[in-house]
């Protein structure tokens, strides 16, 4: 499959999303070190969460279904730049990545630890939120 990172930026330009306020995202877990999701829309495939983003979403699937995450383990993200009428957390903004001007560091509200978004994010939000609100649901 090919990769959002691998697109030309006039490709990017042309699939940049119109609402940039909100986003659903179904995350899938690959192993103990990564989750990842697709956005066929946006020409995204295993975009893998990483640097403990996947450790944050291992502990929320652990909240929401009383299991360890595993194969076959999915969570559907609802994420917003606005505190919707019902969310379970949110995430603020700590810092730019000093390795990469693209990413940066998030806190998770609820669990207190360190979430890493690449790139992808202010290109998704078209910018980088100081806060982005999520209501997580399992996926069967």
């Not at 042309?14 to 697709?38: C, G, Q, R, V």
Request: proline content about 5%.
């Amino acid at each position: 499959m090919n990769s959002w990172w691998r697109l030309s930026d006039e490709t990017k330009a042309e699939l940049k999303p119109e609402a940039t306020d909100k986003h659903t995202i179904d995350a899938f877990y690959l192993d103990e070190m990564s989750w990842a999701f697709h956005l066929p829309q946006y020409q995204t495939f295993n975009e893998l969460l990483t640097n403990g983003t996947e450790i944050v979403l291992s502990d929320w699937y652990e909240r929401l279904s009383g299991e360890e995450a595993g194969e076959g383990s999915q969570l559907r993200m609802e994420i917003s730049t606005y505190p919707p009428e019902d969310f379970d957390t949110s995430i603020t903004f700590i810092t730019d990545d000093p390795e990469d001007e693209t990413a940066s560091y998030y806190r998770d509200q609820t669990t207190a630890m360190k979430v890493w978004l690449c790139g992808y994010l202010p290109w998704l939000f078209g910018s980088k939120p100081q806060q982005l609100w999520i209501k997580f649901h399992l996926i069967d």
